[in-house]
């Protein structure tokens, strides 16, 4: 009776030591735990400070960001090596980024909040089934106008090359593919064409305004809104928060969507393959996805986002402003920039690096 009593008291425990072996050994791995520090790499001022502040405040990450100047100094970048964890990037370059293994794919397990995205921003073209990227903010160039100091009223692209406004027309500097398309709307051809006899007539047509037209910087809102508010700069290409910062400044500074279609673009987020701190990216990209932090960064910066869910918390006076929430009817002819082929992309830097020479 001893010996049996024993023995099954040490069945009985061996038993309960498997199964809480057992139970341990299949349980979800835990989350490593947040990085010390997280590298955003963006346009200037593009997401608000006062965010990436609640951010660290609740993750205790600290959150650098590093500034480029164009797409193309981000893609050199990445290119090269550098190492970011996330990157703010037109959705028309995905498609290079991926084809030249430069992205991770996302885990979206860590990454709930995707959820609020759009259905009509999600399985573009760019990245099916969004492999790579999440769907940030996007908007309309279209064209900043001083109403005041105009003759007529300016309704086409093809007003920056009148005359009477030489010297005072102003493009971007960093975005030639958006300055390139325009051209081509103006003359009655797609934004996207890669056709060789389209592309010389646009780069001939942009010679024509070579000698009188001023180089902005398309996230130098201040430089941009001064200039407008001055009468320096009476037509220009821009945004809709172009607008709104200007117009604290002069209120006769006006948006105009072109009667040849508008441009559209839209910004993604991606996490580079070479990205040390992927789960971090992931849950910093959750963040931002949250309804409320989508909506106080549109309420800052005056970008709709792709996040539905966040509209209960925009400022209705944002919401409601047709010059940053287009309606349908003033999209229906607009043109979304959408990626080129390797042909497509080569005739384009040499279309900009003639114009910048003045060579035709």
């Known amino acids: 009776m001893f010996f049996s009593s024993h023995l099954n008291r040490f069945l009985i425990t061996s038993i309960l030591i498997l199964v809480l072996v057992g139970c341990t050994g299949s349980s979800e791995p835990t989350a490593p735990p947040p990085a010390d520090e997280l590298i955003l790499y963006d346009w200037a001022e593009d997401v608000p400070q006062s965010v990436l502040d609640a951010f660290t405040q609740e993750y205790g990450t600290k959150v650098t960001y590093l500034v480029y100047e164009s797409?193309?100094?981000?893609?050199?970048?990445?290119?090269?090596?550098?190492?970011?964890?996330?990157?703010?990037m037109e959705s028309r370059f995905v498609p290079l980024l991926v084809e030249a293994n430069l992205l991770a794919e996302i885990?979206?397990?860590?990454?709930?909040?995707?959820?609020?995205?759009?259905?009509?921003?999600?399985?573009?073209?760019?990245?099916?089934?969004?492999?790579?990227?999440?769907?940030?903010?996007?908007?309309?160039?279209?064209?900043?106008?001083?109403s005041d100091l105009v003759e007529q009223p300016v309704t086409r692209w093809a007003d920056l090359w009148d005359p009477r406004y030489a010297g005072k027309i102003a493009i971007w500097a960093g975005q030639s593919r958006e300055v390139i398309a325009l051209t081509l709307k103006s003359l009655g051809f797609s934004g996207n064409t890669e056709d060789p006899r389209e592309l010389q007539a646009a780069l001939d047509h942009l010679l024509e305004i070579r000698p009188h037209v001023l180089f902005i910087e398309d996230f130098g809102l201040a430089e941009s809104s001064d200039l407008m508010a001055s009468g320096q700069v009476v037509i220009s290409m821009g945004y809709a928060t172009d607008v709104i910062v200007g117009q604290t400044k002069n209120p006769d500074i006006t948006f105009v969507m072109p009667e040849e279609g508008?441009?559209?673009?839209?910004?993604?987020?991606?996490?580079?393959?070479?990205?040390?701190?992927?789960?971090?990216?992931?849950?910093?990209?959750?963040?931002?996805?949250?309804?409320?932090?989508?909506?106080?960064?549109?309420n800052e910066h005056y970008y709709p986002m792709a996040n539905e869910a966040a509209e209960p918390f925009i400022d209705p006076a944002i919401r409601d402003n047709?010059?940053?929430?287009?309606?349908?009817?003033?999209?229906?002819?607009?043109?979304?920039?959408?990626?080129?082929?390797v042909d497509g992309q080569q005739r384009y830097l040499e279309l900009w690096e003639r114009f910048l020479a003045k060579t035709g």
């Open 71 to 88: 797409q193309e100094e981000a893609i050199d970048q990445m290119r090269s090596g550098q190492a970011y964890d996330v990157v703010v």
């Open 107 to 146: 885990d979206f397990g860590n990454v709930p909040n995707f959820k609020n995205i759009s259905a009509n921003f999600r399985n573009l073209v760019y990245d099916p089934d969004n492999r790579y990227s999440i769907p940030y903010n996007w908007g309309v160039t279209g064209l900043v106008v001083r």
């Open 262 to 298: 508008a441009l559209m673009w839209n910004d993604t987020f991606v996490i580079p393959a070479n990205g040390p701190h992927k789960y971090t990216a992931e849950l910093f990209l959750n963040f931002l996805l949250r309804p409320e932090i989508s909506a106080q960064m549109i």
């Open 322 to 341: 047709p010059v940053i929430y287009p309606p349908d009817e003033v999209l229906r002819n607009a043109e979304l920039i959408v990626p080129l082929s």
